[in-house]
């Protein structure tokens, strides 16, 4: 596995690249694999849903499976892993593959946002021939990380693509795009796994990660609201202790215990065992079962969700690549929650 620090990847796991089990997500897989025997594979699929179901696996399980030219058994997506194809995308060396994505620069921070320079390579990417003959793959890991001028540059290529071209568009929350590249991408729409779907997908991940505690699998997976990444951060140290403390302490808003809150940052402080991931996820589930309507609050107003989940995910980048404060990264969460449940 590479050693570069990526923004798709927990310390110890593999990369989504690198994984060739996908658990769950038959639909979509099957939606593919019968769009490239009729012979209509949309040029751009847009996949979405909630972090760490599986989105970037299968954008790499589908690049793989196009770049081989199909070479899968009948009605799935899996390719052999000693295939060329399968070998060079998990190496990222794939001549017709191009991924955009937040990677650590020189002085080894990862950027809050996938750099302008990066984006402007698709148009030259697809306005060259492929190199093998066959198609040419471009994954963006994700387009949440892009800012308005990287959209509108990759938007050029959307709007026009060259034949045997594929965009694999990876977005935590596709409806917050611009409309004009919804427009242009067939959406797949990802969810949740269910427990035993990502408890399974913990076991498949045990043989490479040995110090996870098969114990605790199936509390993490019941905790995880059908994140396999948000079980593994949950395995991870205080994972599970931050994730109790955080829905307690959302369970008071807007009454929140100042105390509590100067705790929950105290256990936040050097980031323990993925205790950060584990507060910032419980946080965006929160926002998120409000949004759907899984929990109801009567002085949550619908219309502020879109701008208290941005903030909220501004929030934990910025204090994961500038390395803030945990504690005043909590209070400022909670100040944003806070305003968002007041009439």
Known sequence: MS???EADRLPGAPAPRERHGLIGHHEARAMVREAWDAGRLPHALLIGGPEGIGKATFAYQVARFV??????????????????????????SHPDLLVLRRTAND???LPSMIPAETVRRVRSFFGSTAA???????????????NAQGSNALLKTLEEPPERALFLLVSHAPGRLLPTIRSRCRMVALRGLAPDEVAAALEDLAPVMPDLDRSRFEEAAEASEGSVRA????????????????AELLDTLPAVDPKALHALG??????RGGALESFVSTVEGWISDHATGRRQSPSLLLARLPEVWDK??????????????RKTLVFRIFATLNEAVRP
């Open 107 to 109: 002085s080894g921070r």
């Open 132 to 146: 093998l003959g066959g198609w040419r793959v471009c994954i963006v890991d994700t387009l949440d990380e892009m």
């Open 312 to 325: 909220v995910r501004r929030a934990a980048v910025d204090a994961d690549v500038y390395n803030l404060d």
């Open 266 to 271: 105290d256990s936040l402080q050097g980031d």
């Open 67 to 92: 770049l081989a030219g199909g070479a899968a058994p009948a009605h799935g997506l899996d390719v052999d892993p000693s295939h060329p194809a399968a070998r060079q995308v998990a190496a990222l």
């Open 231 to 246: 079980a593994l951060t949950l395995l991870s140290g205080e994972g599970l202790v931050v994730r109790r403390r955080t």
């Open 3 to 5: 050693d570069t620090p």
